[in-house]
DNA sequence: GCGCATTGCGCAATAG
DNA sequence: TCTATTGCGCAATGCG
């Protein structure tokens, strides 16, 4: 039901340029399954492969293609290391029915990943505001304690005065104020 | 099981099963320049176009293709809006020099973006930790203030008791304890 | 060695 | 229009 309508230009392009390399056609759909189709054209000969391939398509619909040799990123990349080759063929395959599932599953474990990795960022971010509560509630605590203290302290020394003093319970016994409270 | 049959003719391809999705077509090449090449090869009726482009392919060496059609994510995509291709011919020339420098510069700006990005993780996390520390320093704070207060308390309770009792000072002056602290 | 988890990277779409 | 963000797929690599 949908249809696309590509813009390509139809004609048979060349690829002059050398280095060039693969080509891919991806297509998503959409059911459960998986089906796979390849279709592989050596259209010039030497530079240039093309492959369909049908992908379960999950959700997104993009594709990315790397190129066939490793290529060491940045200018410093080492060279392809020649041992890949006997691996499973260069390319490996990425029409390869087990290419797809790879990369299937490795897609799904990235989705995971970045998911697990949002969430405890956020989480972080919660922590933080948690950790900013507690401290304005220890830093009122504080406050009221060294008040009460200052109180305290200020009617022992009082007492501790009078009492040093003469001791006479009877006339300065609670009207010392000379103080408030001071941290 | 899904069947995607796409007839693609030179200029304007159909791809009329449904829930298709998108096609594209990659390359990495490597050179510096950019060449740009098409293939088509309309090999088997019905089933694939493919053109391959040649693009500059700047330090690494892959390529991205998205699918042609901005196809909703999710698999609601919207139909391709007709209006794009207006601007400058659907695919956007990925040959094109200015193609090339913009995505050159978006390149950068992704990577500065996440580079702050991870900057800034890091610095929450840091401050998880300040504010874990501040706390401790305020919760051992407290704690010796409410001993300091227990004890003020019990000394200040027990002089009033003195004085309220007889006002003995010599008897029972340090010997009362009939608490702790509890805060 | 295998399979999932992470991570860096480029492409696009889109927000600002 | 340009940059900043964000989602996504591909690979390379880490890790058990």
Redesign the interface.
Known sequence: ???????????????????????????????A?M?K?S?Q?S??PGV?G?S?I?TP?H???????????P?G???GGKAVPPSKQSKKSSPMDRNSDEYRQRRERNNMAVKKSRLKSKQK?QD??Q??NQ??E??ER??A??KL??K??SV??D??LE??HN?ADN?Q?SST?KTTNSDSAGQ
Chains 1, 2 share one sequence.
Request: aromatic content about 2%.
């Open positions: 039901m949908v249809h696309v309508k590509i813009s390509w230009q139809c004609g048979v392009e060349t690829i002059d340029h050398l280095a060039l390399i693969s080509a891919r056609l991806v297509l998503a759909r959409e059911s399954q089906s189709i279709q054209n259209g010039t240039n093309i369909v049908h398509a959700a997104s619909g993009l594709q990315q293609v790397p190129q066939l040799v290529a990123p940045g200018g960022a972080t971010l922590r933080v950790l900013k507690e401290n220890l830093e605590k504080i304690l060294t009460e203290l305290l302290k009617l022992f007492h501790a009492l001791v319970p016994e």
